[in-house]
DNA sequence: ATTAAAAAGTTTCCATGGATACTAAAGATT
DNA sequence: AATCTTTAGTATCCATGGAAACTTTTTAAT
C-alpha cells in the first residue's frame, strides 16, 4: 500500500486552504487594524505573558526581522510593552498591557465566531480527529522546517 | 457533546501550517523565480490546459488585479500564452507554451520530493483519511467565501 | 437607439514580509 | 586583556498582494 503519492494533493490543499482562512483573517482582523500573522503574534505573547523576542521568532518559526517589525507596531499600538532584559542588554522582554488584554478579548470574540460559523459545517464528530491529525503534521513540519535551519 | 470548541483551535492550527508551507514553498521555487501563489495560478493553468482569465479568479478565489499580474509575469516568463477572446474582446485565453511544460515537470519533481520527504514522518495509513478531511474542510471553506463575496 | 449598469482586466497606492547587511552586546579563544 | 565569534535585534532593499479607482467592452433598461 503506497499512499505517498498522495502527498502532493494533501499539501496542495493545505497550501489552499491556509491561503483562504490566512485572506478571510485578515478581513476579519481589519477593523483592529492588525493582520493574522500579527494577530498571531500578539496572541502568542498573551497567551504567554511574558516572553523574550528571541523566544517568539522559536515558537513561531518566523523571521527575526519580521516579529522585530511586528513588535514595533504592537508597541506603538500600546497593545504589548517591551522592557530590556537585565542581565542581557541585548534582549527583550515583552508582556501584554491592560488594552492589549482587552482588544485580544474582542479579537477572540470575533474570531471565535468566524471560526465555529465555518467548521458548522463539519460533522461535529468529526472535529476531535480532525485536530489530531492536524497536531501531529504541525509537529512533524515544525520539526522539518528546524532541522533545515541548522 | 460540543466539540465546536474546537473550531479556534483547528482554524489556528491550519492557519500555522498553511503559513509553515508557503514559506518553505516560496524557498523551494526559488530557484525557478516563482512563489507558491505563482506557482498555484500556473499548476491550474497547465492542469485545465485552457483556461478564461476570469475563472482563474473563480477556482483559486484570489484578486482579479493579483491573478493579472501574476499571469503577466508568467507571459514575460514565456511560460503562458495570453489571447484576446473572439467573442469578448475584454477576456483572455490562457494557456501553456511548451517551455511551460517543462519548467512545470521539473518543478513538480522537487515539489513532490519535498512533500513525500514531509509527509513521510506520517503513518501512511492515515493520509487517505487526511485527504478526505482536507477535501471536506476545502470545499466548505470555498463556499463560505464564495456566499460571503455576493 | 441611447443611456445606464455590469463585467473583465489594468493601474496605482501602500503595508507587508523575506533577505541581507548591519550594530551592539556577550561569550569564547588565545 | 585583546581579539574573534556568536547572538539579539534593527535598518534597508525589494518583490508581493490587497484595495480602490480606472478603462474598455458587453449587456440591460428605457
Known amino acids: 500500500m503506497d499512499n505517498l503519492h498522495l502527498a502532493p494533493i494533501i499539501i496542495g490543499k493545505l497550501l489552499n486552504i491556509g491561503g483562504m482562512l490566512q485572506r478571510q483573517g485578515n478581513k476579519i482582523l481589519l477593523p483592529f487594524d492588525l493582520n493574522q500573522q500579527q494577530f ?27 516579529v522585530s517589525k511586528v513588535v514595533k507596531k504592537l508597541q506603538k499600538m500600546e497593545l504589548i510593552t517591551v522592557t530590556v532584559s537585565g542581565e542581557d542588554k541585548r534582549s527583550y522582554w515583552l508582556s501584554t498591557t491592560q488594552k492589549g488584554e482587552q482588544t485580544l478579548k474582542k479579537c477572540m470574540k470575533i474570531f471565535e465566531e468566524w471560526n465555529k460559523e465555518w467548521l458548522g459545517a463539519i460533522d461535529e464528530k468529526q472535529l476531535p480527529l480532525m485536530l489530531e491529525n492536524l497536531t501531529q503534521l504541525q509537529s512533524v513540519f515544525k520539526d522539518k522546517i528546524k532541522k533545515n535551519d541548522i
Do not use: T
Request: charged fraction near 35%.
Open 40 to 66: 498571531s503574534v500578539f496572541f502568542e505573547i498573551v497567551k504567554v505573558g511574558k516572553v523574550k523576542q528571541k523566544d517568539m521568532v522559536n515558537r513561531l518559526l518566523l523571521e527575526k526581522a519580521h
